[in-house]
């Protein structure tokens, strides 16, 4: 499999595009579960007509998602960050440096989200949270891939969490997926697009630092031409209580998604259940758990 990896990080990045619409088209037809996954989110987030409306382009950018990644993870930096060829909103960056305070990057399962914290790398350093995978070898490729000079790797347990609020302390930033369905007893139920997701409450924790909160994400241009990366304010400031500094974070998630909803990951199981931590019976969609 690395070897395979790394026959594809030499190919063009328009070649891999065009080989991940097919990997997506034969993953949706070969796995039920994967359909009825994507099929069942993408209804409920935005309703029947434009589910349908988006559903092929959102089957084959996913297989984009995981063609790209030898090219992201395995080409020298200078190269992965060559291919963002557009920024948009650059000065929230410069502002939030002015200030001397930390910047808490908050990218979603939207886009190219694996180029984002090696493009920040080469302004500033950065910390990202990741959780470890099961098989070894993707673990060897993500520390080769992601591990870049000023990009450190922080593991999702307490000693990951300590070197994040450590970043934001000295002024550095740091980066999340915070749509990522956390373990069980780290996150609460609450709304995500009409619905009750377990949903992770460490980034409306790191909040609390002062740090400067900026949406990210990178969005895939035609043909492989390369990506646009587009930073945002949140739309209101993340403030209150957990629950809802973490409710606001999906309603900011939201927000990016439906700037282009054919790019965010559909397929991943945002509302899946796990062992004790089902939604209390009670639990009405739209409510805070």
Not at 115 to 140: C, D, F, G, K, N
Not at 176 to 187: F, I, N, S, V, Y
Request: net charge positive.
């Amino acid at each position: 499999m690395i070897t395979l990896f790394r026959l594809f990080s030499h190919l063009p990045l328009s070649w891999l595009h065009a080989l991940g619409t097919l990997l997506g088209w034969l993953t949706w037809l070969l796995s039920p579960t994967y359909r009825r996954h994507m099929r069942e989110n993408m209804r409920l987030a935005l309703g029947a007509d434009e589910s349908r409306r988006i559903r092929a382009a959102a089957i084959g950018e996913a297989g984009k998602g995981m063609l790209e990644l030898p090219r992201i993870w395995l080409r020298p930096l200078a190269e992965t960050a060559s291919r963002v060829i557009r920024v948009s909103g650059w000065q929230l960056v410069e502002e939030a440096s002015r200030k001397g305070k930390g910047i808490l990057y908050l990218t979603p399962h939207l886009g190219c989200f694996e180029v984002t914290a090696q493009y920040l790398s080469t302004h500033a350093p950065i910390t990202v949270l990741y959780r470890p995978p099961r098989q070894a070898w993707l673990q060897a490729m993500i520390e080769a891939g992601r591990a870049r000079p000023q990009l450190h790797l922080a593991a999702a347990d307490l000693s990951g969490v300590r070197s994040l609020l450590k970043a934001l302390r000295r002024g550095d930033a740091v980066g999340m997926l915070p749509d990522q369905a956390p373990r069980t007893g780290e996150g609460r139920w609450l709304d995500f697009f009409g619905r009750p997701a377990y949903t992770m409450t460490l980034a409306a924790r790191l909040v609390e630092s002062g740090a400067e909160v900026i949406m990210v994400w990178a969005e895939r241009l035609p043909a492989g031409a390369g990506y646009h990366f587009h930073l945002q304010a949140p739309t209101q400031p993340i403030s209150g209580t957990i629950e809802e500094r973490a409710l606001q974070i999906n309603r900011q998630i939201e927000h990016l998604v439906r700037q282009c909803p054919e790019q965010y990951l559909w397929g991943y199981n945002r509302y899946k259940r796990r062992g004790g931590s089902d939604l209390p019976a009670m639990q009405q969609p739209g409510g805070v758990a």
